[in-house]
């Protein structure tokens, strides 16, 4: 149960994220604030990889590397997309949409992954695209 700590950590620090990115935009460019954002999270991760040896170099030789590349470039499509939408949307529309990622998520993890698939997932998942239409709608 220690991965629901931080589950709860990246919550609560990606928060922060939207407000944060949408006050910065009122006088900096808003692929700046991304270029800033993500060269940070560059930097830390690249310490981080360094500090726990994680072999770097038969990681990326590894198969499963072509995963990595996908998840990177849709990482990239969806941040940039991401601070752009905040750029020019409220906070309190943008995010709750973007947030809808959860459910694409789990129905591809379903779809794809063969993860199981049940009643309760399925109407949680429903409660999910009703919250984020009755938020971003309101």
Not at 23 to 50: D, K, Q, R, Y
Not at 56 to 75: D, E, K, P, R, W
């Amino acid at each position: 149960m220690r991965y629901l700590a931080w589950a709860v950590l990246a919550l609560v620090a990606y928060s922060l994220v939207p407000p944060l990115s949408k006050l910065a935009s009122e006088e900096i460019p808003i692929m700046v604030v991304a270029l800033v954002g993500n060269a940070l999270i560059t930097v830390v991760n690249l310490a981080v990889v360094l500090y726990f040896d994680d072999g770097v170099v038969s990681a990326l030789t590894s198969s499963h590397a072509i995963y990595a590349v996908g998840a990177g470039l849709a990482l990239t499509v969806g941040v940039l997309s991401y601070f752009y939408a905040l750029s020019i949307g409220e906070v309190s529309v943008v995010t709750p949409v973007f947030g809808l990622f959860i459910v694409g998520s789990a129905a591809v993890g379903m779809a794809a992954l063969n993860e199981p698939v049940t009643a309760r997932k399925l109407t949680g998942l429903g409660f999910a695209v009703v919250a984020v239409y009755l938020t971003s709608t309101a």
